[in-house]
């Protein structure tokens, strides 16, 4: 526990430094390299299959594996060695500072109305084409990716961080890491389109199945956290089912319900538009407040998890 608290101290004040290696830019190397070659060699669908379920286990257990046998050697080394390099890596693994720069990279230009350049940083963060977004559409961008995020990058390496707590032999930073190996893969290779269809289909299912109990458990918490559990639940889950995606719809749509607004409907990808199914009522207008609002509740939501499983730690 007192790793996660470092880690969690660590991602708080200092986030992903600047210039500085990244286990997910080492885990995108090998992605890329891969994905990569077995494009140009193969376009046996069967055989590309068979190459991403192997990337996939091969990168998952690999990650887990490499990290543990660096912990050990740092551990074996000089002890506050080895718990330094478990609070770095495990840091690397939240992405809660993150989130909030990049709300508040975008933000600072709204505040100035330079809509040109909050359209150019927006593009940094976000899939959908950013050229002819509205203000509007632009405060939406950054609430949604907020929200779609805060399962992946925040509370599901928390999750899987707190279980290896619970299971000593493997430990907290290697499951965190594992997890995160896969959740680079399905946002890099997990597209519903070609040419990552079929290299990258067990890595977007897998990452479905593994994220499905840590986003339950986020949206369960931020209605404990709003304060009217059932009631939410409940309209949340009209929504969140008319997504395709098992968890996105969650993400979304717990925040779009807890704060009054209405997250989805049409954006552009590469000019292709596509429209999401809307989640939520468009009750309150989408500002600064209330992207304020959503940061705040997904700090609120970790650090929850934090308190209860020292409590339930502190009490087997």
Request: charged share 20%; with cysteine.
């Amino acid at each position: 526990m007192l790793i996660i608290y470092f880690a969690s101290v660590l991602d708080y004040l200092l986030g992903d430094p600047w210039g500085w290696i990244h286990p997910v830019q080492l885990m995108g190397w090998v992605i890329n390299t891969y994905t990569n070659f077995i494009l140009k060699n193969t376009e046996h669908k069967l055989l590309r299959k068979i190459a991403g379920f192997i990337l996939c286990v091969v990168l998952v257990i690999g990650s887990g594996v490499m990290t543990w046998l660096l912990i050990d050697i740092a551990t074996k080394i000089n002890n506050y060695f080895g718990i330094v390099i478990q609070v770095i890596l495990l840091a690397s693994c939240f992405a809660g500072k993150s989130l909030r720069c990049a709300a508040e990279d975008v933000l600072q230009y709204l505040r100035k109305d330079d809509l040109p350049q909050a359209r150019y940083r927006l593009s940094f963060y976000v899939g959908r084409d950013t050229d002819n977004l509205s203000t509007d559409e632009v405060f939406r961008a950054i609430l949604e990716t907020v929200a779609e995020n805060t399962t992946d990058g925040v509370t599901a390496p928390l999750f899987y961080a707190l279980l290896g707590v619970f299971i000593p032999v493997i430990g907290c930073v290697p499951l965190a890491i594992a997890y995160k190996a896969l959740s680079t893969l399905d946002s890099m290779i997990g597209y519903k389109k070609e040419p990552f269809i079929d290299i990258g289909w067990f890595s977007a299912r897998l990452e479905d199945y593994i994220t499905w109990l840590p986003c339950r458990l986020t949206v369960l918490t931020l209605a404990i956290i709003s304060g009217d559990v059932k009631n939410i639940i409940t309209e949340c889950k009209q929504y969140a089912i008319q997504d395709p995606s098992p968890n996105s719809g969650w993400s979304e749509g717990i925040y779009a319900v807890i704060l009054g607004i209405q997250l989805g409907g049409e954006n552009t990808y590469k000019g292709e538009k596509k429209f999401k199914p809307l989640l939520g009522k468009p009750i309150n207008k989408i500002d600064e407040n209330i992207i304020q609002k959503t940061l705040l509740l997904t700090r609120y939501c970790f650090l929850s998890w934090i308190f209860f499983s020292s409590l339930i730690f502190i009490m087997i």
